[in-house]
């Protein structure tokens, strides 16, 4: 067999398993609470204790949840994303595949970095200058210096 | 409350007058952007830190230096820096730098003026973009080019104010931009010895890289190449201090022969650029602006605080946002960093004053010039490694244990240079060897 | 998965057996917590980073020494150390340190039980608490000096296990403990040099100060103090470089004679505490064990980490707690800081084999005492300051700047020496002076 075949196999076993578990997890962990706003549907999962504790004691926690960070403002994106990182989020959480200290993603780190524009747009402006000539994807790193906002790490 | 600050933000500045890219002198800019005006205005304030800021001295007004206040002088404050530089203009009047307002004056008036300077000097001193424009008639390098070899006095003429908003920023967009032609060659040679090619820094660099590079057109080592005295950033074989000895020995550059000595040497200046470079802050993407322009509030506005100065003097801007430890402590990290970079730094001006001496004593002695140029080679190079971290201005902070390795293997030039001369006479020292 | 997560989250462990302050054997207190028991098995491993884990290497094993794998021999690797020890012990078998699994073996089998050595060396390379113990009927401190006056031979029969479970906690709260004498005496003068009388460690400190106070009862400089070869850390003046140093030379204290120079010298040993204590991370409270023995996750418990190695090869565990970068790039600082440690060690290590040639050049040519004991006591401050980096075994990064210090201050020491020597033979050299 070629090797991308066997990827393949390999990769459709695990998915089919993945779904299994996922679903398994999704209703045992109130894993359908992850669509909602409530910060406490994230913390179902004890592996988000640490944020959410964190959370609580944040400049952020009377003014943001945790999706108005870590999911995109427009609907579809908010719930695509909830949708992957639920998925692999429960998926990781059932096996146990997870790192012991969690790093976001590149992709949930843009996210929540582009996040802050939805309540600070006038701020970004500010410190951008009138005019911003740089390209979107060249914008000021929030998170660079204010990584602490949401809870502290 | 929050509410408020909506209300206010909602035009962060308004446009009262049009800016050009002629428009040079930043009391008009400031009436569109009073907040980064009066700040600016804010660097003519001296202020002494353990290692930096500076002290305001006054002095009586002359003729000939019409300055009443002055920085303290640093080779006053340590004579072993007169020794170092025998010979050089800046054993004659070197002082401890203060903020950007002065920098026009200071160099007008610095008695290194004694000796006859070059046009150039002023890319670094003044607001020269409209300057340099003008000069070429458009052509910014044009015109750069033909400033730098002026007579110092015939440039001067040619320059109102110190750096100016014009130097950093694009009149239209108030976008970052690289107005010094030396940058724009010694960035793109820089990152040339680093596998990038054709790099155009205007086009090429990130809005963060920005944030350092409008400082590293004039906060980085320096020389003048050939008749033109044409500015130059010694960068083509990399910016760590091993990779610009290596570029001045390859062209044989030196900037005066040692009065004491003979030796050919190099004078190291103000190499922030290249020593942040290779410290932790670079690696983590923070730059001169986060702490030397850390965005401050001033009522529902969040600006960049034009006070350009030491960070130790607003700590809680510059270092707290990253670092959540109380400014007592922080300070004393600073300055832990400090003292053990001088401490050394002490060491290694001893190490060089004794090879000065052995190499004065060997040629009284009438020792052959062969001899000689091997020791005079260990004075070059422990020269140019200790006065990269005694010129470079944050006492190590900007990469603490780099400064320091810098500084180990200037005493080791300094001292295997007097064994060179010593061993000679020695049969059994060398037999043994 | 999650249904065995919440039933475990109930209840940590199991005591299945009843453990007491004579329970020796980890295997037993294993029974109570598997989980810490396993890990700590694991420190067999044998993996090298680049500067640190360990390579195994497979011998034959003799009647003298059954080892079948051994870590790589430092002495083979960069032979100046050869030199730098000759005539002592550890020019004979010198190599990289291994897992805690091993301690008692590698002590027991090391080519320098080739000289005799006295039973204190046991102290901190066995479970000794419950044989001091017992020795002194219970009183731990008699027991202890009187092993620490045996033959090795005949203190070997009194330990059965590598440093346990018992060296480190309290057998019913399982909170951390200081069991070694030498750390009580050596911190509490320590803390005396700053000003804090009277203290007792296993009362006073902090349980954060227990995390490495733990480590900080072996991974320290020592020697062995008069007839009663009493186990002593020289740390009355202070614990950096300069302190010790000036302790030992107040007591005119040495821990061999050089066999080519005659310099009376000191061996530094694994200064891990005393270098850490100079670093950054130490004035951020972070502790040997935060990235030694970080908490790790088993099932739906967080414990620490006993399998205690290179924090390089558990970087997720070890750093990213605090450190939001990815592993590459955390692994690259940390090589990045080793590497120029380890550059100008090389140029120590070479001042050092230039000073010895120099000094065994001079003795053979018949230089006075008097003009050789200079030469010798150069020889002493930077074989010592070198030492104490080339023995420390974090490759500067437990403390990179302070680490590179000393090196660059090793080097003065050295050149000087040589100067020293060559001095007296060239009059017009010491004239200039
Ligand atoms: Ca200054
Ligand atoms: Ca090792």
Known sequence: MK???????????????????????????????????????????????????????????????????HAPADFVGKYSTKAQNGFW??????????????????????IANEACRKCHAEIAEMIEGPANKHSAADTTSCIRCHRNVGHLH | NILEHKQE?????????????????????????????????????????????????????TQADPRSIVAQSKIEEDPRLKKMWSGYAFAIDFREERGHAFMLDDQTFTGRQAKPQPGTCMNCHASTYVANKKAGDGDLVKGWEQINQLPYAEARKLVQHPVGCIDCHDSQTMALRITRPAFMEGIAALKASQGVTNYVVNKDATRQEMRSYVCAQCHVEYYFMG??????????????????????????????????????????????????????????????????????????????????????????KACQTCHHWPEEELKTRVETIQSRTHSLR?????????????????????????????????????????DFV?????????????????????????????????????????AAK
């Open chain 1, 3 to 69: 090797r991308s075949t066997i990827a393949g196999v390999v990769l459709g076993s695990v998915l089919g398993l993945a779904l299994g578990v996922g679903a398994y997890t999704f209703i045992y962990a109130k894993g359908a609470s992850y669509l909602t706003n409530d910060p406490k549907a994230c913390v179902n999962c004890h592996v988000m204790q640490e944020q959410y504790d964190g959370w609580i004691k944040s400049s952020h926690r009377s003014v943001a949840t945790c999706n108005d960070c």
């Open chain 1, 89 to 110: 989020h429960s998926f990781y959480f059932t096996t146990g595949k997870y790192p012991d200290n969690i790093q976001i993603n590149e992709r949930n780190r843009k």
């Open chain 2, 9 to 61: 933000a909602k035009n962060p500045f308004f446009r009262v007058v049009e800016l050009t890219d002629d428009t040079e002198d930043p009391a008009v800019w400031g009436k569109n952007f009073p907040l980064q005006y009066d700040a600016y205005l804010k660097t003519v304030d001296q202020v002494r830190t353990k290692f930096g800021g500076s002290d305001a001295l006054p002095r009586t007004p």
């Open chain 2, 227 to 316: 008749q033109e005295k044409k500015l130059v950033f010694p960068w083509a074989k990399g910016d760590k201090v091993e990779n610009i000895l290596a570029y001045y020995d390859e062209i044989g550059h030196k900037d005066w022969t040692h009065a004491d000595t003979g030796a050919p040497l190099l004078k190291a200046q103000h190499p922030e650029f290249e020593l942040w470079t290779q410290g932790i802050h670079a690696r983590s993407g923070v730059a001169c602006a986060d702490c030397h322009m850390p965005y401050t509030r001033v009522g529902a506005h969040k600006i960049s605080d034009h006070h350009i100065r030491s960070p130790m003097l607003n700590i809680n």
């Open chain 2, 346 to 386: 002490n060491l290694a001006m001893d190490a060089l004053m004794d090879l000065i001496d052995d190499l004065k004593g060997a040629k009284a002695a009438g020792v052959s010039t062969n001899e000689l140029a091997k020791a005079q080679d260990f004075q070059r190079k422990a020269q140019f490694y200790l």
């Open chain 2, 390 to 430: 005694e010129a470079e201005n944050s006492t190590g902070f900007h990469a603490p244990q780099e400064a320091v390795r810098i500084l180990g293997e200037s005493i080791d030039f300094s001292r295997k240079g007097q064994n060179s001369l010593r061993a000679v006479s020695r049969p059994i020292a060398t």
